[in-house]
């Protein structure tokens, strides 16, 4: 019997599965991005690299299927939402079992403003639940709990408000996140849950519990509980509900128990959880009975016993130092802990537990140094911005992560259909610390910087449209208007450059480094757009030079194409990459080349949606998107609003002269005349980066 369990890296409820599953008789593997807390229990007997969700979906997909074939394992499990959902989605093509009820089932246990619909018909009670806008009508009397409704589609932790302003604004910043938000009253009660497996028949395996403590507070997790009778009248009910969702596997659902007694559900996970050892304790092995159900084996029905201890000594700890008696309550988490179940610690392996907590200490570090790092970045970035770095402005530029693949790809969408824009999400909070800091002197005209992508054009060679002549009569309108801009260039002709399994192109000549001089004693700056514009993946929407090669690979891509541009006497201090595109895990290559990078809407998907230009580890990027990123004459309109908003500062402006042939440069010259006396000089701005660096 061979189970894989494929977790996030600390997941403490898939250590305690491990151990369950191997005291059972399985062979258990790990599998995860980096060696993980599971890995290190001695009930894994192996560790395997499998990718997150993070990655994509189908890297995760396809790293998943490799490792339970090359392990020969009968059944595997994943132990966060996002997994759970593609796994149930695209359970036809995997090679295992998935141990789960029909995928719409899964999908609606999971959303938790459509379970709280369903629940209602079982006759199970939940809290008051909204979406945001039905709560901006008519908001609830007093705190409400504010979380994504789909943790597999966006990140975010419940949080509780008192003013709907506030919680409005949560609300809001998960939608933009890519997300939908949901609002629920917050109900006053101890927390309780009912754990169980059930199968085609029913349920099989089940425990119910009580939490003593829970953290943190007022939303948090049972630090400290223990089993108790199971109630008939709500077994029955969640009964209802599971067989209205064909449900099958294993799911915890937590209940808040009020002081008058009603039992209100609150959440419903579809995977092992962080108090699975109780159940284990008591006698009801869930990750056994789900392991067996899903690889076709029979199971005896198992039913917890009441009176078994569990306990999340670090938290519990830090409860009882809260509670209104913190001397009795932590002498009575000391007393608990040696006999109580725990996710982590063990008798039998006593050093994974001290380990763990070295893990997390060490994580706290560098979290603090990242935060130190994030606020030298955010001043640096204040500074680019010729802006005082008050708390407002370090707020406004600080260096945000990138967020998981989920987010990014809700990001994208949200731009597309409107709802996430340049102007509101990094403009507006920018120009409001600017006036925070500096007062009526914030305003102004704005500094323009333009770019213009590409040269030689990247079908020039196949396409004599857009061949050097084409580029020659860009440059005259350019040159008239006196606009300075950035150009970006490629490093040769390139022959079908949309062709992954193409080749052949030629150097660039006499010709074209005359152009190339020409454009230098009329003020352009340049850039360097890879090495020959040739996407590496045949799809549209993943076109792209640089995604997917390692650091090495990239790092000879770019130094490469540099060479050939010195040669032209260029030496480039920006990277536009082709397509807009690269991955995110290759920006420390990126930035130890190059003073700045750019971005544009496609980096979105890779980067998640950033504002710029700000600093980010060693370089400045500096991203795009409409109106701003398009032809000149839907470039134009946007200007004018610009103008009339005075944020002065630097705002990045994209051009392509491919789009502005069909007016034969019309439009262009219209926008050339308008923006030249704000278009902002490429070196100019390349000396403020070096002002601002960080120290």
């Known amino acids: 019997m061979r189970a894989l369990i494929v977790d996030e890296g600390r997941d403490r409820g898939a250590v305690a599965a491990a151990r369950a599953l191997a005291g059972a008789g399985w062979t258990v593997g790990a599998g995860s991005a980096a060696p993980s807390l599971t890995s290190w229990s001695r009930a894994a007997s192996a560790w395997h690299r499998v990718s997150h969700t993070d990655e994509g979906d189908e890297a995760f997909l396809t790293s998943l299927s490799e490792t339970v074939r090359a392990g ?55 809290p008051r639940t909204a979406a945001p806008a039905e709560y901006e009508r008519a908001p609830f009397d007093g705190p409400v709990v504010v979380k994504p409704a789909l943790q597999s589609d966006v990140g975010g932790v ?34 309780l849950a009912l754990s169980l497996v059930a199968g085609p028949t029913g349920v099989v395996s089940v425990s119910q519990q009580h939490a003593e403590h829970s953290w943190p507070r007022p939303v948090g997790v049972t630090a400290r509980g223990r089993t108790v009778p199971i109630e008939p009248a709500l077994l029955e009910s969640v009964e209802r509900l599971l067989a209205a969702l064909r449900w099958q596997g294993i799911a915890q659902l937590q209940f808040l128990a009020a002081a008058d007694g009603r039992r209100l559900l609150i959440d419903f996970n579809p995977r092992f959880y962080g108090s699975l050892a109780l159940a284990v304790r008591a006698g009801a092995n869930h990750a056994d009975v789900w392991a067996r159900l899903a690889s076709g084996r029979p199971v005896q029905p198992q039913r917890a016993r009441p009176g078994a201890r569990y306990q999340w000594f670090s938290r519990d700890l830090r409860a009882s130092l809260d509670s209104p008696g913190p001397a009795r309550e932590t002498l009575a988490c000391v007393c608990i802990g040696a006999l109580a179940a725990h996710s982590v610690w063990s008798w039998r392996e006593p050093w994974l537990g001290p380990r763990f907590l070295a893990a997390q200490s060490a994580r706290a570090a560098r979290s603090r140094l990242s935060g130190r790092l994030a606020g030298e970045q955010a001043r640096a970035s204040a500074a680019l911005h ?85 580029s020659r009569r860009f ?51 340049f850039a360097q757009h890879g090495r020959t514009h040739r996407t590496r993946h045949a799809q549209p929407r993943r076109h792209s030079e640089l995604c997917g090669l390692d650091a090495r690979s990239l790092a000879e891509l770019l130094d490469g194409g540099r060479a050939q541009l010195e040669q032209a006497g260029i030496s480039p201090r920006v990277l536009v990459p082709p397509f807009n595109r ?86 262009l010259r219209r926008l050339a005349a308008r923006v030249a006396p704000y278009a902002a000089s490429w070196d100019g701005f390349l000396d403020a980066v070096d002002a601002s660096r960080p120290r």
């Open 475 to 525: 440059h005259a309108v350019m040159a008239e208007a006196g606009v300075p801009h950035l150009m970006s260039v490629v490093p040769q002709w390139t022959h079908a450059p949309l062709d992954p399994a193409g080749g052949g192109g030629r150097a660039l000549d006499e010709r074209d480094l005359e152009l190339l001089e020409q454009m230098r004693r009329d003020g352009v700056t």
């Open 386 to 470: 010729g802006v005082p770095p008050t708390r407002a402005a370090r707020r406004a530029l600080r260096d945000r992560r990138v967020p998981p693949a989920p987010l990014r790809m809700g990001q994208r969408a949200l731009m597309k259909a409107g709802r996430l824009s340049y102007e509101q999400a990094w403009l507006e909070p920018l120009r409001a610390a600017r006036r925070d800091a500096l007062g009526p002197a914030a305003d102004g005209a704005p500094r323009l910087l333009i770019r213009v992508d590409e040269f030689p054009y990247y079908s020039g060679l196949d396409d004599e449209r857009f061949g050097l002549e084409a």
């Open 158 to 191: 419940a949080k509780v408000f008192v003013e709907p302003r506030q919680a409005l604004a949560h609300a809001h910043s998960i939608e933009h996140a890519g997300g939908r938000a949901i609002v629920q009253e917050r109900v006053e009660g101890e927390l």
């Open 582 to 667: 690269f991955d995110a895990g290759q920006w420390p290559v990126l930035s130890e080349r190059y003073d700045v990078v750019t971005g544009g809407p496609e980096s979105v998907v890779l980067m998640g949606f950033h504002g710029g230009p700000q600093w980010r580890g060693g370089a400045v990027y500096l991203p795009c998107y409409a109106p701003l990123y398009a032809s000149a004459a839907q470039v134009l309109p946007a200007v004018e609003s610009l103008l009339k908003s005075e944020v002065a500062t630097w705002i990045p402006v994209v051009l392509h002269m491919g789009w502005e042939l069909d007016d034969d440069f019309a439009a």
């Open 72 to 126: 020969a394992y009968e059944v595997a499990f994943v132990t966060w939402e996002r997994a759970v959902a593609l796994v149930s989605a695209h359970r036809d093509e995997l090679p295992f079992p998935v141990g789960y009820g029909p995928h719409e089932g899964v999908m609606r246990a999971i959303d938790k403003q459509r379970l709280a619909e369903l629940a209602g018909t079982c006759g199970i009670l939940t």
